[in-house]
């Protein structure tokens, strides 16, 4: 900036300020502007504010020597007298931060005289219990309380997977040893599971998607099932080893004779084409549902699907309360919830199409397909049945781990 620019915005900055300012101000703020400039401060500032530069040298010793001067001479000028202004409302209320930890502890809930015993603790109601015991407050107030005491709004976490079984980390480390001794040999392992049933029509859908402004999708208010169109039952299977997967897409009841049928078509349409020398296949799965453990129906559909490939089946569970370990939640079934995320599954098709695409960046690759088959429910299977199954069980806990052999070797 030349020296006539210079000048001319200082002597904006004094015209503007002048007004306002004592002589005391008006020297001293012409010695920090002198200061500030490169070589030739001085000068500049006397021509532009019309001061000596025996002034603005004054100003410069004054700021220099500012801790000799008196407190009178040094203390800013107030808007207000000492002591103005409203005290914060905590000084003039003592009790206010204890009332308040006391509303918030999670103990509270239990405390039958507190009006906050069965209500959420939101800023509003607890503003309220702290004015019915006589404390004037707003629950704009109680916000910022809060965020100064550390709190903070926080949902519930998922965490307790029910009672822990004394073996349940030795099932774990012999499923993965399991898993590896069967991909060693290059034989399929599979996690397999069904996903919760959705309703098919017009409903809302979790998440959000990128749409025009003020343009979303219009779905119906009340998840009342459609009668025509009904729910489904998407039931997967995931490949460890090949990171691949297959969902069939069931349209009656998710039974263990849905969870095996499932299995089948997926080897028929992917796994056989993937390990044509196959000789066995190992199931990681829930210890619940449809898959369930001591389900008699889950282990006579599994001997069925064993004759039909000709393939030994071995199983192994997890344990109880640890479903979420299941590979296929966290491989393939989020992905799937993901890619479908703020769309209404209008059509069952809809769904197929929707599962078929999902992938992901490891390059997860998704089959699926509609199961039109009817499965009954409350199938009972005799003694007789049950014995008919060339079931071997693992001397490491049997009920978890077993494998189902053909009854005709291939």
């Not at 006397?46 to 700021?63: N, Y």
């Not at 801790?67 to 203390?75: H, I, Q």
């Not at 369930?292 to 109880?320: E, M, N, Y």
Request: net charge positive; with cysteine.
């Amino acid at each position: 900036m030349d020296t006539a620019s210079l000048v001319e915005a200082v002597r904006n900055k004094y015209e503007l300020l002048c007004p306002i300012m004592n002589e005391r101000m008006r020297r001293q703020w012409a010695a920090s502007e002198a200061l500030s400039l490169p070589r030739g401060g001085i000068t500049a500032v006397a021509q532009a504010t019309g001061l000596s530069r025996t002034t603005i040298t004054a100003g410069i010793r004054e700021l220099h020597t500012r801790t000799d001067l008196p407190l009178e001479e040094v203390r800013p000028q107030r808007s207000r007298r000492d002591g103005g202004g409203r005290q914060p409302l905590v000084v003039n209320d003592p009790t206010l931060i204890k009332d308040l930890e006391a509303l918030v502890e999670p103990a509270t809930r239990g405390d039958p005289q507190s009006l906050l015993r069965w209500t959420s603790k939101s800023t509003r109601k607890l503003a309220q219990e702290l004015s019915r015991q006589g404390h004037l407050v707003s629950y704009a107030t109680v916000a910022r309380l809060l965020h100064e005491l550390e709190y903070s709004l926080q949902a519930n976490r998922k965490t307790r997977e029910g009672h822990g079984h004394p073996d349940r980390d030795a099932q774990f480390d012999y499923i993965d040893k399991q898993v590896r001794a069967f991909q060693k040999e290059g034989q399929p392992v599979i996690s397999v599971d069904s996903k919760k049933r959705e309703l098919i029509g017009d409903y809302k859908n979790g998440g959000r998607e990128w749409r025009p402004r003020g343009t979303p999708e219009k779905v119906k208010v009340y998840d009342y099932p459609d009668k025509k169109l009904g729910k489904v039952t998407p039931g997967g299977v995931y490949d460890l080893t090949g990171n691949e997967g297959w969902v069939s897409v069931g349209i009656d009841h998710n039974t263990a004779q849905f969870a095996a049928e499932t299995i089948r078509r997926w080897w028929q349409a992917m796994g056989s084409k993937v390990y044509p020398d196959a000789q066995k296949l190992l199931v990681t799965a829930d210890a619940g549902g449809s898959n369930a453990r001591r389900c008699r129906l889950w282990k006579v559909s599994l001997q069925d699907v064993a004759d039909t490939l000709g393939l030994a089946i071995s199983v192994c569970h997890f344990p109880p309360g640890t479903s979420k370990w299941n590979k296929i939640e966290h491989r393939m079934f989020c992905h799937i919830t993901e890619n479908w995320r703020g769309q209404p599954l209008r059509s069952r098709a809809t769904v197929v199409n929707l599962i078929g695409n999902t992938t992901t960046t490891t390059g997860l690759h998704i089959e699926a397909t509609l199961d039109n088959n009817s499965y009954p429910i409350k199938i009972k299977v005799s003694n007789e049945e049950l014995a008919a199954i060339r079931i071997q069980q693992h001397s490491f806990h049997g009920e978890w781990n077993y494998t189902i052999s053909p009854r005709q070797e291939s």
